[in-house]
């Protein structure tokens, strides 16, 4: 079994920074492929972003793109959200995931075990 814990997020102003982490137990951290995702009040939940097992390749919403950056440690368990320029419409529960099969990488039912979810609020 895998737990997934998560860290960060908070509140922070229009065009600001955050950085989400997820600490990961239980089962080879190498073998997951892990996703981020988000879901806003009254949305259903979306994906953000994916990095492989190898954290070679990396996906990401279009919305996104060249705004946040995902990465892994996998001596360490870990995997990280860093988000830039943050505006209003990235508000949302922020979900880091993890999966063991290879494929569909930003549905959020190909995706097994999630974190607990944490609060990001961006005020303008």
């Known amino acids: 079994q895998v737990q997934l814990v998560q860290s960060g997020g908070g509140l922070v102003q229009a065009g600001g920074s955050l950085r989400l982490s997820c600490a990961a137990s239980g089962r080879t951290f190498s073998r997951l492929e892990m996703g981020w995702f988000r879901q806003a009040p009254g949305k259903e939940r979306e994906f953000v972003a994916y990095i492989s097992g190898g954290g070679g390749i990396t996906d990401y919403t279009d919305s996104v793109k060249g705004r946040f950056t995902i990465s892994r440690d996998n001596a360490k368990n870990t995997v990280s959200l860093e988000m830039s320029s943050l505006n209003a419409d990235d508000t949302a529960v922020y979900y880091c995931?993890?999966?063991?099969?290879?494929?569909?990488?930003?549905?959020?039912?190909?995706?097994?075990?999630w974190g607990q979810g944490t609060q990001v609020t961006v005020s303008s």
């Open positions: 995931a993890g999966k063991s099969n290879i494929g569909v990488v930003r549905r959020p039912n190909a995706y097994v075990y």
